[in-house]
């Protein structure tokens, strides 16, 4: 099994940063994916960000792009989202998410494991 852990979730104001952290233990592959999801009250689960371990291919959701950096540190399984330009429509429950094999795919039917979720909320 593979657990994902977030953190670094808050209260921040708009304009403001913040970054989460994922860390995964348990069984490792060496093709797979991490990344984010979030999901805003009473709205479906959307995609936000990911990135390959091997070869460092990511992806960015167009909401996100030029505010949110993704990166990886491969020797602590961890994988951060930097948060930049907050705004209310940001405010979400922000979901770690592991994806093992393959072509970078970040949709919601081709992710193996999930974290809980750590809350981000943006005031205006």
């Known amino acids: 099994q593979v657990q994902l852990v977030e953190s670094g979730g808050g209260l921040v104001q708009a304009g403001g940063s913040l970054r989460l952290s994922c860390a995964a233990s348990?069984?490792?592959?060496?093709?797979?994916?991490m990344g984010w999801f979030r999901q805003a009250p009473g709205k479906e689960r959307e995609s936000v960000a990911a990135?390959?371990?091997?070869?460092?291919?990511?992806y960015y959701a167009d909401s996100v792009k030029g505010r949110f950096t993704i990166s990886r540190d491969n020797a602590k399984n961890t994988v951060y989202l930097q948060m930049n330009n907050l705004t209310p429509e940001d405010t979400a429950v922000y979901y770690c998410?592991?994806?093992?094999?393959?072509?970078?795919?970040?949709?919601?039917?081709?992710?193996?494991?999930w974290g809980k979720g750590t809350l981000v909320t943006v005031s205006s």
């Open positions: 998410a592991a994806r093992i094999g393959g072509d970078l795919n970040w949709g919601y039917s081709a992710i193996n494991y």
């Open positions: 348990g069984r490792t592959f060496s093709s797979y994916s």
């Open positions: 990135i390959r371990w091997i070869g460092a291919s990511t």
